[in-house]
């Protein structure tokens, strides 16, 4: 299995970006997939998940910048990010669940994981 993140950059507040994880080596429309994020010295947070039948879940943070979609035909989930702000600095991670966990906002919850990728937003 195997998750590839891309999107990231480097941004102003108020910029926005879209975040993309082309999954491969599972049956992805089987899959809760999530996303999370760490801010360095940080631990790693819950920002969204869209399951696999497409409903999605946010965190407090990001609930109207943030929108999770799926694109099962290309097996690949996004992340749009609207309204950055210095806060959204962090590496984002994609991650699949194939339990399809009612605790999806808990990192240990997920089965697989991607390399993550930087999004860094300037003030």
């Known amino acids: 299995v195997q998750l590839q993140a891309s999107g990231g950059g480097l941004v102003q507040a108020g910029d926005s970006l879209r975040l993309s994880c082309a999954a491969s080596g599972l049956s992805f429309s089987r899959y809760n997939m999530g996303w999370f994020r760490q801010a360095p010295g940080k631990a790693r947070e819950f920002v969204g998940v869209v399951w696999s039948g497409g409903n999605t879940r946010y965190a407090d943070s990001v609930k109207g910048r943030f929108t999770i979609s799926r694109d099962n035909a290309k097996n690949t989930v996004y992340l749009q990010m609207n309204s950055l702000r210095p806060e959204d600095t962090a590496v984002y991670y994609c991650?699949?669940?194939?339990?399809?966990?009612?605790?999806?906002?808990?990192?240990?919850?997920?089965?697989?994981w991607g390399q993550g990728t930087q999004v860094t937003v300037s003030s």
């Open positions: 991650a699949a669940d194939g339990g399809r966990s009612v605790r999806w906002f808990l990192s240990a919850e997920y089965d697989y």
